[in-house]
């Protein structure tokens, strides 16, 4: 079985990598979507495949790490593409949860989202 839960964060962000000077290369924000999702057997005692409510403490501690900040100065996300910020919500997140096999982040405003397989 698989489990998903999600959450939503605002922050800006510049990706000043690139040598054209795009437009994302000036200080930008954007409203994000940051959505998990974790594999396995529910568990005899309980039913589930892990508590939601383990699942939404730990997404509230990315939150509190991500919302309302400049991306490029969370350590870690010194160059927040949405493939590092996936890459870097796995990291956190996998010591709590061994069952966790995606990690979706999204701009839906502008419909871009990357997904990070593990």
């Not at 954007?30 to 999702?37: I, N, R």
């Not at 701009?107 to 990357?114: D, M």
Request: glycine share 6%; hydrophobic share 40%; proline share 6%.
């Amino acid at each position: 079985m698989r489990i998903v839960k999600s959450m939503s964060f605002d922050a800006a962000h510049y990706l000043d990598h690139d040598p054209d000077a795009r437009p994302y290369a000036r200080l930008h924000g954007h409203s994000f979507t940051l959505e998990v999702v974790i594999e396995g057997e529910p568990q005899e005692e309980t039913g589930w495949v892990v508590d939601f409510g383990d699942v939404a403490e730990a997404l509230q501690g990315l939150h509190e790490a991500l919302d309302h900040r400049l991306l490029n100065e969370v350590e870690g996300l010194e160059r927040p593409t949405l493939e590092n910020i996936c890459r870097w919500a796995a990291e956190k997140l996998k010591p709590q949860f061994p069952g966790l096999a995606e990690v979706r982040v999204s701009r839906p405003s502008i419909g871009e989202s990357c997904v990070h397989l593990l």
